[in-house]
């Protein structure tokens, strides 16, 4: 148990449709990290958070954004839903002082429909 | 626009032999990490590597970084079961990760 929790653990939904995937850090850690893993494309870095601000943007859709609050934890809001939106979504969370080693929540398994 | 490619992606393996899985990146960057996914889990961090000649050891696995070469490797030492799962590289910038290495040990 890495100490990053994630809800919720599965999500469907249909297209079209927006959702909101949740992700608290582990305590202490003050940067949140977004990824998402499909099979076609493989894992992917979409956004980091760092004590509330963006810090680094990846691969994110458009459709897609995130946001850190004061309490540290994020959301990672997914709109107009594709088919190929389907995927694994992972939250990862950093201590600060340690270049970046990430610990990963256990997942959120969206499937669109 | 970065690259990160491992080799090979699929690794089939007897217990007990060693085999090198290698992860090449195309620009400079100073860190590396090495993650391990099983099947249906989330990832766990392995090694992260700060600098040019960074080696690090954990039980029968060991990681090494030349950033000249821009090149890692993850050395698998007298293969086991418990190693099966598939091995992730990620060079910093942007966290761009390989496609993964799926490892399976055979008895």
Redesign the interface.
């Known amino acids: 148990d890495s100490g990053v929790t994630q809800t919720p653990k599965h999500l469907i939904t249909a297209t079209g449709q927006r959702v909101t995937l949740r992700c608290s850090p582990r305590s202490g850690d003050l940067s949140v990290y977004w990824y998402q893993q499909s099979l076609d494309q493989g894992l992917q870095f979409l956004i980091q958070y760092y004590n509330g601000e963006e810090r680094a943007k990846g691969n994110i859709l458009e459709r897609f954004s995130a946001q850190q609050f004061p309490d540290l934890h994020s959301e990672l809001n997914l709109s107009s839903l594709e088919l190929g939106d389907s995927a694994l979504y992972f939250c990862a969370s950093s201590p600060r002082g340690r270049y970046n080693e990430q610990f990963f929540g256990p997942g959120t398994r969206l499937t669109v429909l | 626009e970065l690259k990160v490619e491992q080799n090979p992606l699929f690794l089939s393996m007897q217990e007990g032999k060693n085999y090198t899985i290698y992860c090449n990146y195309s620009t400079t960057s100073d860190?590396l990490?090495w993650?391990r996914q099983d099947p249906g889990?989330?990832?766990?961090?392995l090694f992260?590597l700060?600098s040019n000649g960074a080696v690090k050891q954990e039980g029968r696995l060991m990681a090494s970084l030349d950033t000249k070469a821009r090149l890692s490797t993850l050395h698998i030492t007298a293969a086991v079961h418990d190693l099966s799962a598939t091995y992730?590289c990620a060079v910093?910038n942007?966290?761009?990760?390989g496609?993964?290495t799926r490892l399976t040990v055979k008895p």
Request: no cysteine; net charge neutral.
């Open positions: 860190r990490y993650y889990k989330s990832l766990e961090s992260v700060l992730f910093d942007d966290m761009r990760f496609a993964g």
